[in-house]
């Protein structure tokens, strides 16, 4: 079993940036697909991006691609959510989660264990 312990959020304003972090405990992400989801107050959890620890595969949904980049490093064991020019829309907890094998999937059922969450604000 895997835990997740996500790092970074804040808040910034229109056209900063934030750089979240998700950390592995327990175990490393090898054979993992670590996926980044967010949630705003009143709204479903959406997908955010996704990498394959093992092929490198990425997959980023539509509102976030040419702005946010997901990252690994392979010595701490980490995922990085780099976010640029960030919008008031990106507002919400962003969670990090981890689901077994190399498919990257955006669906939030798909992954089997997730962080606690945190805040990112963007202001206007």
């Known amino acids: 079993q895997v835990q997740l312990v996500e790092s970074g959020g804040g808040l910034v304003q229109a056209g900063g940036s934030l750089r979240l972090s998700c950390a592995a405990s327990?175990?490393?992400?090898?054979?993992?697909?670590i996926g980044w989801f967010r949630q705003a107050p009143g709204k479903e959890r959406d997908f955010v991006a996704a990498?394959?620890?093992?092929?490198?595969?990425?997959d980023y949904a539509d509102s976030v691609k040419g702005r946010f980049t997901i990252s690994r490093d392979i010595a701490k064991n980490t995922v990085y959510l780099q976010m640029n020019s960030l919008k008031p829309e990106d507002t919400a907890v962003y969670y990090c989660?981890?689901?077994?094998?190399?498919?990257?999937?955006?669906?939030?059922?798909?992954?089997?264990?997730w962080g606690q969450g945190t805040q990112v604000t963007v202001s206007s």
């Open positions: 327990g175990r490393t992400f090898t054979g993992y697909v």
């Open positions: 989660a981890a689901r077994v094998g190399a498919l990257v999937r955006r669906t939030a059922a798909a992954y089997d264990y």
């Open positions: 990498r394959s620890w093992n092929t490198g595969s990425t």
